[in-house]
Antibody, heavy 120, light 107 residues
Framework: EVQLLESGGGLVQPGGSLRLSCAAS????????LSWVRQAPGKGLEWVATISGSSGSTHYADSVKGRFTIFRDNSKDTLYVQMNSLRVDDTAVYFCARPRIQLLGYFDLWGRGTLVTVSS | EIVLTQSPGTLSLSPGERATLSCRASQSVSNRYLAWYQQKPGQAPRLLIF???SRATGIPDRFSGSGSGTDFTLTISRVEPEDFAVYYCQHYGTLETFGQGTKVEIK
C-alpha cells in the first residue's frame, strides 16, 4: 500500500527544537520529491518546505526559513524536518505530502499528520 | 506570491443540490496550475482536481473544475452526504499557496 506515516510530534516550549519523521512505503522513495504542509488548529493549510528526491534542491516558506531544515534518508525511505527556535505560532498538525509533476506541484498523497504544540 | 481568495466562506446546501465554489487569484495563474482538495475533520486533505480541470484517480465525476486566468471554480453537480467537508484550492508551480477554504455544510 502506498502511504506516508508521520511521527515525532509533541509538546515543546517556545524556543525549543523538535524533529519530525515521515516514513514512506509502497513507492520508489528516492524518485519523488516530498513536502511538509501544516495546519494550525481550526485554520487552513500552509506549505512549509519541499525537498527533491536527490536532496539537491530544497524550498522553504518565508515563515520557517532559517529555523526549519528539511532533509531525507533515501536508504531508510524517510523524510525529516528539523524544527528549531520554535514559536507559539508553529503549533499545528504537520503533514508530509508527495508533490507530483514537478517539485512544487500538487499533492497526490498525504500522511495522517502529527501534532506539534508549542507552549510554555 | 499569488494570494488565493475562496468564496463563500460557508455554503449551506441540502443533499442533491449543486455546489459552486470559487477561488480567485491575485494574479494570473500560469499553465492552469490550480488544484482542489477536500478535507474532513481529523483527516488529511484528499486531492480532487489538478491542472484546473483534471480529476484525480477515483474521484467521482460529480466533481468538476473549471476556470482560467484569475478565476476558478469547483462544482459538485449533486451534493452527496459524504461531500460535506472543507474544500481548499491550491496554486502550484512556483511557491505553493492555498486558499483559506470553503466549508460545505448541511442545510
Amino acid at each position: 500500500e502506498v502511504q506516508l506515516l508521520e511521527s515525532g510530534g509533541g509538546l515543546v516550549q517556545p524556543g525549543g527544537s523538535l524533529r519530525l519523521s515521515c516514513a514512506a512505503s509502497g513507492f520508489t522513495f528516492s524518485t519523488f520529491g516530498l513536502s511538509w504542509v501544516r495546519q494550525a488548529p481550526g485554520k487552513g493549510l500552509e506549505w512549509v518546505a519541499t525537498i527533491s528526491g536527490s536532496s539537491g534542491s530544497t524550498h522553504y516558506a518565508d515563515s520557517v526559513k532559517g529555523r526549519f531544515t528539511i532533509f531525507r534518508d533515501n536508504s531508510k525511505d524517510t523524510l525529516y524536518v528539523q524544527m528549531n527556535s520554535l514559536r507559539v505560532d508553529d503549533t499545528a498538525v504537520y503533514f508530509c505530502a508527495r508533490p507530483r509533476i514537478q517539485l512544487l506541484g500538487y499533492f497526490d498523497l498525504w500522511g495522517r499528520g502529527t501534532l506539534v504544540t508549542v507552549s510554555s | 506570491e499569488i494570494v488565493l481568495t475562496q468564496s463563500p466562506g460557508t455554503l449551506s446546501l441540502s443533499p442533491g443540490e449543486r455546489a459552486t465554489l470559487s477561488c480567485r487569484a491575485s494574479q494570473s495563474v500560469s499553465n492552469r496550475y490550480l488544484a482542489w482538495y477536500q478535507q474532513k475533520p481529523g483527516q488529511a486533505p484528499r486531492l480532487l482536481i489538478f491542472d484546473t480541470s483534471s480529476r484525480a484517480t477515483g474521484i467521482p465525476d460529480r466533481f468538476s473544475g473549471s476556470g482560467s486566468g484569475t478565476d476558478f471554480t469547483l462544482t459538485i453537480s449533486r451534493v452527496e452526504p459524504e461531500d460535506f467537508a472543507v474544500y481548499y484550492c491550491q496554486h502550484y508551480g512556483t511557491l505553493e499557496t492555498f486558499g483559506q477554504g470553503t466549508k460545505v455544510e448541511i442545510k
